[in-house]
């Protein structure tokens, strides 16, 4: 069965960092597009970040280049999401996510629980 489980999410103030994880299982993650994404309260899920498998491409929207990295352990079969200079803004639930496009952020498969990120003084 694939499964996601994401963790490493809290409440850090701006300017804070967090790194968030997504560890797989029932699959192996090198075969697959990962992406992360999130959703704020009362807004759309949406795609922030993907490793592209197929030639080891990082893709970030514009919103998070600079500040967001992904990276991937192939030995935990985990991806990883660090996020630095956190702001307000950046307060959502982070899900991580097969897709079939690092452009489209097309996710398909199950979901996992998310993980929790608020940003706040």
């Known amino acids: 069965q694939v499964q996601f489980v994401e963790s490493g999410g809290g409440l850090v103030q701006p300017g804070g960092s967090l790194r968030l994880s997504c560890a797989a299982s029932?699959?192996?993650?090198?075969?697959?597009?990962i992406g992360w994404f999130r959703q704020a309260p009362g807004k759309e899920r949406e795609g922030v970040s993907c490793f592209d498998s197929s030639d080891g491409t990082e893709w970030y929207v514009d919103s998070v280049k600079g500040r967001f990295t992904i990276s991937r352990d192939n030995a935990k079969n985990t991806v990883y999401l660090q996020i630095d200079t956190l702001k307000p803004e950046d307060t959502a639930v982070y899900y991580c996510a097969t897709v079939r496009s690092c452009i489209l952020y097309d996710q398909f498969g199950s979901w996992g629980q998310g993980t929790q990120v608020t940003v706040s003084k």
């Open positions: 029932g699959f192996t993650l090198d075969y697959y597009r």
